[in-house]
């Protein structure tokens, strides 16, 4: 199994709706990454949250680290916000260090 | 500012030949690291760094040697190219605080596409 699991894999929305990106880990963590990635490849860090709520513009991210669980939200959904969102977990390490875990994130289909 | 800089972005190589991708960002990040993303599954960590001199081991290491002189530059170099290499990799970066570098925004580079023949 997975140590990050992203849900669903595939989300096709039309614009204005409300989206919601799951994800949930089975490791101890400190803190988790929302990334997103654009259709032409490029990477960008949305948040690091390692407990609440973040909130930048249209985009928010829960965390519930007791629960294992974290979901980014989008409101009112563009088509600009076609991309594969990634979910990336700072996780504990036996030997006390710390690493990143990746899940294999959810492609956004946003149809206008 | 430039942020992270990747290159080549497109390379094809021939089993057993050797190259070096290269890194390197302007702004004065303590970590950098090196991934690769393959068809259906996530972002895997190769190698990454926590300051000049200072390399470590990710997730899938073997078939790749890193090196850290600078705090600019992080070459990620493939001795003996092999089909299973074949990917796209990507290197980020960002600042220590206190926790350590993982806890700051990762800023990547925009890829390098790696096909072997």
């Known amino acids: 199994k997975n140590e990050v699991e992203q849900s669903p894999q595939n989300l096709t929305a039309q614009e204005g709706e409300f989206i919601t990106i799951n994800c949930s880990y089975s490791v101890g963590i400190s803190a988790l990454h929302w990334l997103q990635q654009h259709p032409g490849g490029g990477i960008v860090s949305l948040f690091m949250l390692s407990s609440g709520k973040k909130k930048h513009g249209r985009l928010i991210a829960t965390i519930n680290i007791q629960e294992k669980h974290s979901s980014l939200h989008i409101t009112a959904s563009h088509p600009r916000d076609s991309a594969v969102y990634i979910c990336a977990v700072i996780a504990e390490t036996q030997g006390g260090s710390e690493k990143l875990v990746f899940g294999k994130g959810t492609k956004l289909t946003v149809n206008p | ?117």
């Open chain 2, 1 to 117: 500012n430039a942020g992270v800089t990747q290159t080549p972005k497109f390379q094809v190589l021939k089993t057993g030949q050797s190259m070096t991708l290269q890194c390197a960002q302007d702004m004065n990040h303590e970590y950098m690291s090196w991934y690769r993303q393959d068809p259906g599954m996530g972002l895997r960590l190769i190698h990454y760094s926590v300051g000049a001199g200072i390399t470590d081991q990710g997730e899938v290491p073997n078939g790749y040697n890193v090196s850290r002189s600078t705090t600019e530059d992080f070459p990620l170099r493939l001795l003996s190219a092999a089909p299973s290499q074949t990917s796209v990799y990507f290197c980020a970066s960002s600042y220590s605080i206190e926790g350590g570098g993982w806890r700051s925004p990762l800023h990547f580079g925009n890829g390098t596409r790696l096909t072997v023949t």
